[in-house]
């Protein structure tokens, strides 16, 4: 028996451990809106935190996008499983040593110098070794947990569940598009081929970005489920901010961020899709390391004409605009009084790129803020009879509030709509199509 097939006991107690949590959402949302029994969601919702976080795998990470997906789950358990981190201790030596073996062969402790055997960093799906190769070069060994695709699939199932569930309670938005996205994003995280060639199309990317880092993977001790890729050094962007930066190494960062995910974007139609504190390093010179590149999403050119036709028609306040760009996202029979309702949310996210002058993301102190512009728009669309989300919108929301959220908790002052205008300026579809065939080819990204 293989070491991928070991663990079906363990397997069944965390599909029973995550259907406990799933049940349980689904019996307090329906005994609150078919008998108006009113339960404790805020305690269920810790209950359910604790024990998604015990667990390595997608569910956490699933946990974390859906958060930021305005009305993808009850407000209350999307502010508990926002607070999920990545940060489940770590496999031991005898799973490092086996699963070396099965990736590079019985002598794979002589392809290095140096392995330490005791990871430097775990995460959801993999834990990092620091590792030295015989011609000096410093590297991190990134090691795929055992069972992954097994239990990929069973949170899944999980997911998908408690996806339907909520959407049969409430249906304001209707989430078969948002779960098939997530699920052939998430699934593709676990070929860590594909991940190699998001470094190398992003090295290409943002070649001419000198405040962004990326690593560069080492294809000769790479394989599907461990990635070898050069040791870039830096501190964790959430350390130093304890530390109270100065304001202008703030904004030097947060700069440093913004063309990180928006020069793709805007130029090539790619975005990396995981934005959150722990993949981000802050080097000595306050320029940043991008790390993880297991999410990225390929946009059609029209998807990103119609993100800055949406920009002009906030600028404008023309509704008509609004709903051309909507429709070139694959939005559907959207009604007049719809798109005034996703106005609303448009507005929340265009509103620091409207403003040329200094300022933060977000001029208010409260942290809740978003949450209840997202409260009124789930209103305004369960009134109006639901949408549908097409599925690039998932990735696109995500990104967009979830690098705000971080440059919120920064504090970063910046002039948002000029850094917005500098990339933009020129634009053109072709150009951008031109490009993104050009990156994906050179990097070998599979499409």
């Not at 397997?11 to 451990?17: D, I, N, Q």
């Not at 799906?125 to 590297?139: P, Y």
């Not at 703030?250 to 440093?256: G, K, P, S, T």
Request: proline share 5%; with cysteine.
């Amino acid at each position: 028996m293989t070491e991928d097939r070991g663990s079906l006991f363990g397997e069944a107690m965390r599909f029973a451990r995550t259907s406990s949590a799933v049940g349980g959402i689904a019996a307090r949302v329906i005994g609150e809106r078919a008998f108006g029994i009113k339960t404790n969601r805020a305690s269920h919702a810790e209950d359910l935190k604790t024990i998604l976080g015990g667990l390595k795998g997608p569910l956490m990470k699933v946990a974390q996008f859906l958060s930021t997906v305005p009305d993808a789950l009850p407000v209350e358990y999307a502010d508990q499983l926002a607070q999920l981190q990545a940060n489940a201790p770590p496999m031991g030596g005898n799973f490092v040593r086996r699963r070396m073996q099965g990736e590079l062969g019985p002598d794979w402790q002589n392809r290095f110098a140096k392995f330490d055997q005791l990871a430097a960093a775990a995460a959801s799906l993999g834990q990092v070794h620091r590792a030295t190769l015989h011609d000096g070069r410093e590297v991190a060994c990134k090691l795929q947990y055992p069972d992954m695709a097994i239990t990929m699939d069973a949170d899944l199932r999980q997911l998908k569940l408690a996806m339907a569930i909520y959407h049969r309670m409430d249906g304001a938005i209707q989430h078969d598009d948002i779960y098939a996205e997530l699920a052939e994003r998430l699934r593709e995280e676990l070929d860590y081929v594909r991940e190699a060639a998001h470094m190398r199309l992003y090295s290409a990317m943002l070649a001419e970005t000198p405040t962004v880092h990326v690593p560069t993977p080492v294809p000769e001790l790479s394989t599907k489920r461990l990635l070898t890729m050069s040791w870039l050094d830096g501190r964790s962007l959430a350390l130093r901010l304890e530390e109270n930066p100065p304001q202008d190494e703030r904004n030097r960062i947060a700069e440093a961020l913004f063309r990180a995910w928006y020069v793709p974007f805007y130029h090539y139609g790619i975005i990396h899709g995981d934005p959150h504190l722990g993949n981000y390093q802050v080097r000595p010179d306050g320029t940043v390391n991008l790390l993880d590149f297991g999410v990225v999403r390929v946009f059609p050119s029209k998807f990103v004409r119609g993100v800055l036709e949406l920009y002009e028609a906030v600028r404008d306040a023309d509704n008509d605009k609004a709903r051309q760009a909507y429709m070139s996202w694959g939005f559907t029979n959207l009604s007049d009084e719809q798109v005034e309702v996703l106005g609303e949310w448009a507005r929340f996210l265009y509103e620091p790129l409207l403003q040329d002058r200094v300022r933060r993301i977000s001029e208010t102190d409260d942290p809740r803020f978003g949450q209840a512009v997202a409260a009124r728009v789930h209103a305004g669309l369960k009134r109006t009879g639901g949408v549908r989300p097409p599925r690039e919108f998932v990735l696109m929301d995500r990104s967009a509030i979830g690098l705000g959220s971080v440059f919120f908790r920064m504090g970063a002052e910046l002039n948002w709509c000029r850094l917005f205008n500098e990339l933009v300026e020129g634009w053109s579809e072709a150009g951008l199509l031109a490009r993104q065939t050009a990156a994906l080819a050179t990097a070998g990204v599979p499409v």
